[in-house]
T-cell receptor, first 115, second 112 residues
Framework: AQSVTQPDIHITVSEGASLELRCNYS??????LFWYVQSPGQGLQLLLK??????LVQGIKGFEAEFKRSQSSFNLRKPSVHWSDAAEYFC?????????????FGTGTRLTIIP | DTGVSQNPRHKITKRGQNVTFRCDPI?????LYWYRQTLGQGPEFLTY????????KSRLLSDRFSAERPKGSFSTLEIQRTEQGDSAMYLC??????????FGPGTRLTVL
């Protein structure tokens, strides 16, 4: 069964500093990988996704993520965080065959931004 | 494109009561998903529709839970004889093709 591990429950970063959120997945075949962001009272918003091809994926709001098959990782990065980036971030994996695209989420990483 | 909408946004009920939630997907999205999110956890898959057909149900979906999607448009999720353990955020998502799911704001259920 597929699974996702986000080892950092809570991260605090100064505004303007760089950010990396970790994600490790377990899946037998080539996974579909996603990062979502959830702000209080809001639904989940897709930041970026990886299906195949270039392992460095660009997303919205200046985020990027790199797929590393050898490490089973899909870490999210941003070179300079803004106060508005404070939110909960979820990594997710889906099976790579159509007809069964249910998402398996990690437990999330809460990001706090300090001035 | 008005996004996925869910109603109600909040529901408080007493243990043993039945509740029903509604999800209106983005127009023409043929795939619809229900997830449940408890405090401090990521969303967990409950069930999935392609058009009106319910193609998969999680083991989390006990006999007290039922979901429908008549005519392949909106969907309802009903919980019968609610228990305190049912308290959670219930999220709905829709997708045109399965490669990206668009989430609604969720329905927060509190069972007293």
């Amino acid at each position: 069964a597929q699974s996702v591990t986000q080892p950092d429950i809570h991260i605090t970063v100064s505004e303007g500093a760089s950010l990396e959120l970790r994600c490790n997945y377990s899946y037998g075949a080539t996974p579909y990988l996603f990062w979502y962001v959830q702000s209080p009272g809001q639904g989940l918003q897709l930041l970026l996704k990886y299906f195949s091809g270039d392992t460095l994926v660009q997303g919205i709001k200046g985020f990027e993520a790199e797929f590393k098959r050898s490490q089973s990782s899909f870490n999210l990065r941003k070179p300079s965080v803004h106060w508005s980036d404070a939110a909960e971030y979820f990594c997710a994996v889906a099976q790579s065959n159509f007809g069964n695209e249910k998402l398996t989420f990690g437990t999330g990483t809460r990001l706090t931004i300090i001035p | 494109d008005t996004g996925v909408s869910q109603n109600p946004r909040h529901k408080i009920t007493k243990r043993g009561q039945n509740v029903t939630f509604r999800c209106d997907p983005i127009s023409e999205h043929n795939r619809l998903y229900w997830y449940r999110q408890t405090l401090g956890q990521g969303p967990e898959f409950l069930t999935y529709f392609q058009n009106e057909a319910q193609l998969e149900k999680s083991r989390l979906l006990s006999d007290r839970f039922s979901a429908e999607r008549p005519k392949g448009s909106f969907s309802t999720l009903e919980i019968q004889r609610t228990e305190q353990g049912d308290s959670a955020m219930y999220l709905c998502a829709s997708s045109p093709s399965g490669d990206e799911q668009f989430f609604g704001p969720g329905t927060r259920l509190t069972v007293l």
